[in-house]
């Protein structure tokens, strides 16, 4: 299922210190805390995430074959900080599955994220792992639509090619007004 998200530019740690720990935010494992990926963060801006239901039951590698063309494994940040936006569909698919992200943990480990008893838990799994609740989160970032809020968008599936037919309809339809 994909999702706008605009996302702020914060790290995990960021994200931990500003949501907290406890119902609805960050469960209190500490094992991640000292890693570096939890300092890391991607670009802000605004960012359509899949969370493939589709890939569960696969290994990384056939998961990563499975990412459409102009997307790539989603930054844990990204994903997290869309899992704790209040988006109830984005909760409920997390309560059912776990989703890999781009990171490795310094054991080697690919980093993922779920909701677990109603917290967010910052997870890891091992690449050659297939679970029939481990999916992975892919994501793209629109380039040239930076001022554009998520809210103001259509659809949440929409793509660039759809943004931009609709403001081509939208032009011509001000040329015929006039």
Known sequence: MKFKHKYSGLSLLELR????????NFYDNTWWLGQSFAKEKAEPGIYEINLDEESVNKTFREQEKGIRKGW????PTVAVELALSGNEKVKNLLDKYWFRTSTLDSYGSRVGVRFCGGRLVVGYWWDGYRGDSLGVASSRKFQGNSKLEPSKLLNPCEDKEHLE??????????LLEK
């Open 165 to 174: 037919s609709v403001e081509k309809l939208e032009k011509i339809k001000e």
């Open 72 to 75: 790539s494994v989603a930054n």
């Open 17 to 24: 210190e500003k949501y907290g720990t406890g119902i609805g």
